[in-house]
């Protein structure tokens, strides 16, 4: 079954600075995705970034980027330049092929940027 | 373009009662999917919708159950409820099903429904 797992359950960090949220999962399939969520306080699910299992390079958007590093089954989110608005629980998520496109979450952290 | 929309925002509902949640899908989507968040936990997969068939359930009592409209829409409802179903739901849609980044889930804002 697959499972994800994030360590953290709070990170505070100055604006400016780099963050590295981290994420470990656990599949037996060869091909899946793994995506990380932003949820502010409102509630809705904001979609940051996407990897492919099969994805040679890691997934870059913007000040987000997705460290990826399959054989140690871990897809780490950094936020470079952090901002105040940056401040909300962040998910790490994974879809399996085939069958329901369902994703799995873990249980999130949330990140806290101090001025 | 029009991105998922959920009705109703927060709903009060007591035990025993049966509630009714709608979601409006991105345009061109055809696949809806929805999860159960309680506080403090991250989101469980209910079940998903493609082209208004039931494509996957999560581990979910049937008092769960949904439908899908041919303009993709979505309900979902609960029957008998009980405490343990005051949570945030979440609907997603995604353009089909298959992998790849094409078929992202997009969120709505999610209904916050409360059960006294």
């Known amino acids: 079954a697959q499972k994800i797992t994030q360590t953290q359950p709070g990170m505070f960090v100055q604006e400016k600075e780099a963050v590295t949220l981290d994420c470990t999962y656990d599949?037996?399939?060869?091909?899946?995705?793994l995506f990380w969520y932003k949820q502010p306080s409102s509630g809705e699910m904001i979609f940051l970034i996407y990897?492919?299992?099969?994805?040679?390079q890691n997934a870059t958007e913007g000040r987000y980027s997705l460290n990826f590093q399959k054989a140690r089954k871990s897809a780490n989110l950094v936020i470079s330049a952090s901002q105040l608005g940056d401040s909300a629980m962040y998910f790490c998520?994974?879809?399996?092929?085939?069958?329901?496109?369902?994703?799995?979450f873990g249980q999130g952290t949330r990140l806290t940027i101090n001025p | 373009e029009t991105g998922v929309t959920q009705s109703p925002t927060h709903l009060i509902k007591t035990r025993g009662q049966q509630v009714t949640l709608r979601c409006s899908s991105q345009?061109?989507?055809?696949?809806v999917s929805w999860y159960q968040q309680a506080l403090g936990q991250g989101p469980q997969f209910i079940f998903q919708?493609?082209?208004?068939?039931?494509?996957g359930r999560g581990n979910f009592p049937p008092r769960f159950s949904g439908l899908q409209f041919p303009n993709y829409s979505s309900e979902l409802n609960v029957n008998a409820l009980e405490l343990d179903d005051s949570a945030l739901y979440l609907c997603?849609?995604?353009?089909?099903?298959?992998?790849?980044?094409?078929?992202?889930?997009?969120f709505g804002p999610g209904t916050r429904l409360t059960v006294l």
């Open positions: 990897q492919g299992s099969y994805d040679e």
């Open positions: 998520a994974m879809r399996e092929g085939g069958g329901a496109q369902k994703l799995v």
């Open positions: 599949t037996s399939d060869q091909s899946y995705g």
């Open positions: 345009s061109g989507h055809n696949t």
């Open positions: 997603a849609s995604s353009l089909g099903l298959g992998g790849g980044f094409a078929n992202t889930q997009y």
């Open positions: 919708y493609y082209r208004e068939e039931e494509n």
